[in-house]
């Protein structure tokens, strides 16, 4: 199925260093989620988004819903060891239901 | 946030059996929950959407004889694996989207081991 274009694809970072990972598609969306998922868990809803330039934080992490509904960006401020596993974008096209995923992100973080 | 559980977490089967996975929403009523496969190192495959007293929708390539979903009630829906083989080993993981808004949430997943 479609899936959404997400970079960097993996990511090593020094512990306290701030990340910054961005989705992108080719049609736009009307709402943008960004979740985490851990080895063998499912995803957790880390920050939702609805509307075109919306910046939304939720501890020390931040995303923004694009301006042309066609990207999002996800920004981690001074990563700690459990930061460590893998980020997924989702967006939910207009007029349906389903969500298209985006690749996924996966995050090591060196203490 | 809204809860969803999803059981069992692992589950091992023969070849040719069947298996059923539920997925429960604990604090809320969900008219839609989703079906996705995951292989490793990959991201979600949406297999088929699962809607509250009607058939499911099936993803195209996904055999709807194979992958038997029910949504019976609210906050509850299975799918069943039948005559499972090992390719059908994997990661399932169910979501439900949550009422009156566009976020859907996930339960833990269930790891698939077909012998």
């Known amino acids: 199925g479609q899936q959404l274009n997400q970079s960097p694809q993996s990511m090593f970072i020094q512990e306290g260093e701030d990340v910054s990972m961005n989705c992108t598609s080719s049609?736009?969306?009307?709402?943008w989620l960004w979740y985490k998922q851990d080895p063998g868990e499912g995803p957790v809803l880390l920050i939702a988004?609805?509307?075109?330039?919306e910046l939304t934080s939720n501890g020390r992490l931040t995303a923004q819903f694009g301006i042309t509904r066609k990207d999002s960006f996800l920004n981690i401020s001074a990563s700690i060891p459990s930061d460590v596993g893998i980020y997924f974008c989702?967006?939910?096209?207009?007029?349906?239901?389903?969500?298209?995923f985006g690749t996924g992100t996966r995050l090591k973080v060196l203490a | 946030g809204a809860v969803v559980s999803q059981h069992p977490s692992r589950v091992i089967c023969k070849s040719g059996t069947s298996v059923k996975i539920e997925c429960r929403s604990l604090?809320?009523?969900?008219?839609?929950m989703f079906w996705y496969r995951q292989f490793p190192k990959q991201s979600l495959m949406l297999m088929a959407t699962?809607?509250?007293?009607?058939?499911?929708?099936?993803e195209q390539g996904v055999e709807k004889d194979k992958f038997l979903i029910n949504h019976a009630s609210l906050t509850l829906s299975t799918l069943t694996v039948t005559s499972a083989h090992p390719e059908d080993s994997s990661f399932y993981i169910c979501?439900?989207?949550?009422?009156?808004?566009?976020?859907?949430?996930f339960g833990q997943g269930t790891r698939l081991t077909v012998v």
């Open positions: 989702a967006g939910l096209p207009p007029g349906t239901y389903k969500y298209i």
């Open positions: 988004l609805y509307k075109a330039g």
């Open positions: 699962s809607n509250e007293g009607s058939k499911a929708t099936y």
């Open positions: 049609s736009i969306f009307n709402t």
């Open positions: 604090d809320f009523q969900a008219t839609t």
């Open positions: 979501s439900a989207r949550s009422p009156g808004g566009n976020e859907a949430f």
